[in-house]
Every structure is written in C-alpha cells, then in structure tokens.
C-alpha cells in the first residue's frame, strides 16, 4: 500500500473538522460497545433469574413461603421475583384490611403487578434508545466529515495550475475515512439494538404470561377462601 495512503497518515493529515467529526464517532463507537457487553450480561442474568423463580414458583412450594423468601431478598432477586413480591403484597394488604370482594382482591394485586412489570421493563430497555440513536445518526455524523472533507480537498485543489488523480485521491480518501468509521459505529449498533429488542420482547412476553397465571391461581385461592368461609 502507498504509505501515502495508510489510514493513520490519512487521519493525521485531515482537516480538524473532519478530525473531530472521527474523534467522536470513535468516542460513540466505544460507548456504543460499552452499552452492547453490559447489556449482554444484564439481559443473560435476567433470563436466569426469571427462569430459576419461574422453576421454583411452579415447584409446589406454598405460596406464601415463595413470598417471605422474596422479601428477604428484596431487590436481589428477578424481574419476576419482584413482580410476584408487589402483586402478593398488595394482595395480603388488602386481606390484612378485610376487603372481601374478590374483584378488588384481584384487580388491587394486578394493578400492583402491572406498576411493577412497567417499572422492571424501564429498567431492562435502559440504553436501547443509545444504541437506536448511534445506529441512525453515526452514518450522517460521517457522512457530513466527508463532505466537509471533499470541500476542503477541493478548495486546496483551486490553487493547483494542473489537477491530477495523483493529487485528488489523498484528499478524497481523507474525507472518506469519516463515513467509514461512521459505519463502523452505526452497524454493531442496529444490530444490537435489533438483538436485544426481540429478546427484550420475549422477556416480556414471559413477564405478562407470569402475571396472567398468578393472577388465575389467586382467583382460585379466593374462590377457594370464600366458599370455606361459608
């Protein structure tokens, strides 16, 4: 390769503009992989998690004892686990106050159920708007380098009584290492993003099912409490 040509040579030798524009695509590039291996790992302990409560709720352990051991663990344990703690509290609070109807029983440990849901699904789309941003707008960030780039060779350019390729390329190639680094932070970005939407949505998904069968099983409780209390 013309060691005119290599990539430091062609950073060091652009316009400050265009140094600049590459020197937060980079920033954004880091930030952008920082986001993608903490995610990784937060969206693997989540899956673990709800899926060991979810192995232990369906045990036959009795519920109640489910629910002392989740309060002990307080905000250790998994999405799940928490949704389950706010839905069974707020349910024995409404006992605790003799509230008898069973509609309210229920409809008071689903609305605290689905507070929570909302609250733990806040928490494990953190950072995807980042990653949705870098994806979109790191390409246009280069490509405006580029074009700054390209304006810059060319009013160098005007001075030069005879235009050849030989005198054109560095400055072309210049400006075009900002779309390319531009690119380089916008793809692992979109797929990321796309990754952890589709597995923020089957998190969900299971949440929501979760949420449903609880729900079926304190209705039978309820169902089961009033007619021995006839």
Known sequence: MNQDLNILH??????????LVMAVLLLVSLASWAVIFAKLVGLRR?????????????????????????ERRAELGAPMERIFTAGMREYMKLRERRVAD???????ARR??????QRELDVVESNLSFLATVGSVSPYVGLFGTVWGIMH?????????QVTLATVAPGIAEALVATAIGLFAAIPAVIAYNRFARDIDRIAIQLETFMEEFSN????????SAAAAR
Do not use: C, H, K, Y
């Open 112 to 117: 605290a159920m689905r507070a929570s849901f």
């Open 102 to 108: 069973a509609g309210a029983l229920l409809d008071g």
């Open 153 to 161: 060779a060319f009013t160098g350019l005007s001075n030069l009584e």
């Open 217 to 224: 099983i304190l209705a039978r409780n309820i169902g089961q």
């Open 10 to 19: 062609l950073v060091t030798q652009a316009s400050l503009i265009v140094q």
């Open 46 to 70: 989540v899956r673990g998690g709800n899926d060991d409560f979810e192995r232990d709720f369906w045990s036959g352990r009795p519920v109640q004892e489910l629910f002392a051991q989740s």
